[in-house]
């Protein structure tokens, strides 16, 4: 995604956005090069090895499953606003 330059922005920005298998793919070797971001990247990759294990096509979530979901979001959260 390009973000054009706004009054604000000097120059054009860019966002990758990766999910699922691919996004575990391009974290795992990055890690030893990551500072600030660490913490972030690690808690996506568990987040998706546990959602590999679960992964059911048409399945309905148990609330087990939700609160795990709710817990990495908030966590995530938690770790954008200390970086």
Known sequence: MVKQPSDNMRRT????????????????????????KRAQALLGIKFQQEQ???????????DEAVAR???FYRELRRLKRET
């Open 13 to 36: 920005a860019y966002r990758l956005t990766w999910q699922s298998r691919l996004a575990t793919e391009l974290l795992e070797p990055l890690i030893p090069y990551l500072i600030l």
């Open 52 to 62: 590999a294990a679960e992964r059911r096509i048409g399945a309905v979530l148990s």
């Open 69 to 71: 979901k709710e817990f």
